[in-house]
Structures are given as C-alpha cells and as structure tokens.
C-alpha cells in the first residue's frame, strides 16, 4: 500500500489548494525480485493515474503521485487513494 499524505499549499494570491501525495516505493528492501509485489504495485499506478493523479520519480526507488482536489472533496478522495491501495 502507498504511503499517503494530505496537506494543503497556500499560493501568492493567498488561496488555499488541498493536495493527496501518495508514494509508491518500487522495490523491496530484500535483494530477491517479488514479480507479483512489482505487479501489484504498477496495479496500484495505474488505479491513481486513471483518477487524475500525475505520476513523477521522487528518488530512484520511489514514485510520487500526487493530485489536487476543493477542500469538500479531499475526504473522499484521500479515502479513493486508499482504496486504489489495496489488493
């Protein structure tokens, strides 16, 4: 499952944007590769990227997904992006 943060940016004109990272780590801290764990896990970037989120390397081992959403709907959506998580 990613991780998932919510927050929220304030921009120059002092308005408020409400934000869902999700991060997706690519690979395990075991040396062995796990074909259904990387399966899952391009599963899971999928799911996000068809529901709107963009999808950019953070490090070589992580993925950043991130979207942005109106403050009435970030509480559904954070709970989507959980969702999108699970087998």
Do not use: T
Not at 60 to 86: D, H, N, T, Y
């Amino acid at each position: 499952m990613p991780d998932l943060l919510i927050g929220a940016r304030e921009s120059v004109s002092e308005r408020h944007s409400f934000f869902i990272e999700a991060i997706v780590n690519q690979a395990p801290p075991s040396p062995a590769v796990d074909v259904h764990m990387l399966e899952r896990k391009l599963g899971i970037l999928k799911r996000l990227m068809a529901m709107g989120y963009s999808l950019a390397y953070q490090d070589e081992l992580s993925i950043l997904c991130e979207a942005e959403f109106p403050r009435k709907k970030i509480e559904c959506e954070s709970l989507k992006a959980i969702l999108a998580g699970m087998p």
